[in-house]
């Protein structure tokens, strides 16, 4: 099956077909740099970093860009509020965002543009829209004429009339329509602002996520991200800003994600309801985090609680458990001869319902039950008393499948964390050689004390005709 995504333009799920074959252009819209960001605007960080990685594993060339709004009036807010400079806090906020985003596991983007970077590029849209009639400046502000624009409301699925009454929109008399959005801000005293032909002001916030889409990636882009909240009205916005410049499509594939919501409410910083993701990381592993998304469908709410954050723990866990009991059996392994073959193909077939539910619009929910199915199979193949070659190489192909997909899914690092440090390793080992020991000498009750002890700690033994070797105990 090809890969298919849930298009928000077309409200249906769609073949994803690159507008240049083999290659893929993505763009999210990144944060605004006024203070550190939640767990809930983690989610389309992980999400998509994720899926990113999962089209370069497909085969995929992906172009990535994030930018990051360094001029807003939130952080204008912010700076006057500890009166610093606008520069200072966004500056502070976007280092924060980097080192964040870095603990999180999440690639880098190909690049991180910011508004204050492409103030010429922004001033030089913002022209042509205003040569083309669609946009018109009042004293010092520039604002677009949404009615100039055939396709506007295309993507939220509304008209202008349905937008104007369900919209909450500042009124300003001067606009010709009350949907009409700022292009350029004329400066206020004390703030930020830069030159232009309209007079010294700062950029809105919709133009700078077109001007760095297009100028990163082209005019027509195959997929643009973000959170559901972002369709209307900045999304739109772009739209219409874009493609009233080019006269192009400007994005073929619209994805968004759900919210992250905490007692049944959209965590927001505005509504306070929030923690950030660097103290859940205080706490939690970044995999626990990664794994807490990946057990949800992308566009599904998630209640975020740390008994579920406990519960994803626990789940990477039995993947961490299998994985490390599987290098312990295997360590002595030759496996110089040829795969079974019958082996090879069940495995292969396993793998394939994986990638089945990743195509379908990035089902990693689906693709989660499949790696916990492939860690029963090893877990089931761990408890036999005897293990035949079959068995080996089973586990072999299965450690093998979970490592490959881990160059997308990233969860696989909690087992530094996890794993039992040298020390304890290397004493649990001089414990097995004394009870070997014992057991020569048919102390069995002394042999036995030791294996019911280190049961009691999480270590299972087991005796296989011709060795003994331990393994962690396998969480139910
Ligand atoms: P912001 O810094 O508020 O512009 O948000 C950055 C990104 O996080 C955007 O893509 C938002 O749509 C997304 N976002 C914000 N809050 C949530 C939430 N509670 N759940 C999921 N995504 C969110
Ligand atoms: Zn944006």
């Not at 819209?29 to 389309?44: E, L, M, Q, S, W």
């Not at 370069?56 to 009036?73: A, L, Q, S």
């Not at 964390?417 to 009870?435: A, G, K, P």
């Amino acid at each position: 099956m090809a890969l298919q995504v849930y298009n928000t333009l077309t409200n249906k799920k769609e073949e994803v077909v690159p507008v240049t074959p083999g290659k893929i252009t993505m763009y999210l819209c990144g944060p605004t740099v006024y203070d550190y960001f939640h767990i809930g605007n983690a989610r389309p960080f992980i999400v998509y970093d994720i899926f990113r990685r999962y089209l370069k594993y497909r085969g995929y060339d992906v172009k990535f860009v994030m930018n990051v709004t360094d001029i807003d009036d939130k952080i204008i807010t912010k700076a006057i509020k500890e009166a610093v400079p606008a520069s200072e806090v966004a500056g502070k906020y976007t280092n924060a965002f980097f080192e964040d985003l870095e603990k999180l596991g999440v690639e880098p983007a190909d690049e991180y543009p910011k508004a204050t970077e492409n103030i010429n590029e922004i001033i030089a849209l913002i022209e042509r829209l205003i040569d083309k009639g669609l946009a018109y400046q009042i004293e010092g502000d520039v604002y677009y004429s949404v009615a100039k624009f055939s396709g506007y409301g295309k993507l939220s699925g509304k008209n202008i009339e349905e937008l104007k009454s369900g919209a909450r929109i500042e009124i300003d008399a001067r606009k010709k329509n009350p949907l009409d959005f700022s292009l350029w801000k004329a400066a206020k005293p004390g703030e930020p602002a830069w030159d232009s032909p309209w007079g010294k002001g700062r950029p809105g916030w919709h133009i700078e996520c077109s001007v760095m889409s297009m100028k990163y990636l082209g005019e027509t882009i195959d997929i643009h991200a973000g959170g559901s909240d972002l369709v209307f009205p900045h999304h739109e916005n772009e739209i219409a800003q874009s493609e009233g410049a080019s006269g192009k499509p400007f994005v073929k594939y619209w994805m968004h994600n759900g919210f992250l919501n905490i007692e049944g409410e959209k965590m927001s910083k505005s509504l306070g309801n929030f923690f950030t993701a660097r103290d859940i990381m205080k706490k939690y592993h970044a995999s626990v985090i990664r794994m807490f998304f990946l057990q949800k469908h992308y566009k599904s709410p998630v209640s975020f609680s740390e008994d579920r954050i406990l519960e994803s723990q626990n789940a990477l866990e039995r993947i961490i458990t299998a994985m490390q009991n599987i290098d312990i059996v295997l360590k002595d392994i030759d496996f110089e001869d040829n795969d079974d073959q019958k082996v090879v193909e069940q495995i292969a077939g396993l793998k394939s319902e994986f990638l089945k539910n990743m195509d379908d619009d990035f089902n990693t929910a689906g693709a989660m039950s499949n790696i916990f199915d492939l860690v029963k199979e090893a877990n089931h193949i761990l408890s036999k008393t005897s293990l035949l070659r079959e068995d080996y190489i089973t586990l072999k192909e299965i450690r093998a499948i979970i490592e490959e997909f881990d160059s997308f899914l990233g969860i696989l690092s909690y087992k530094e964390e996890m794993h039992t440090s040298v020390s304890e390793d290397s004493l649990i080992s001089i414990l097995l050689d004394v009870r070997e020991q014992l057991r020569k000498e048919k102390l069995w009750n002394l042999s036995d004390e030791i294996r019911d002890k280190l049961a009691n700690l999480g270590v299972e033994i087991k005796d296989y005709p011709d060795k003994t070797i331990w393994m962690k105990k396998i969480k139910s």
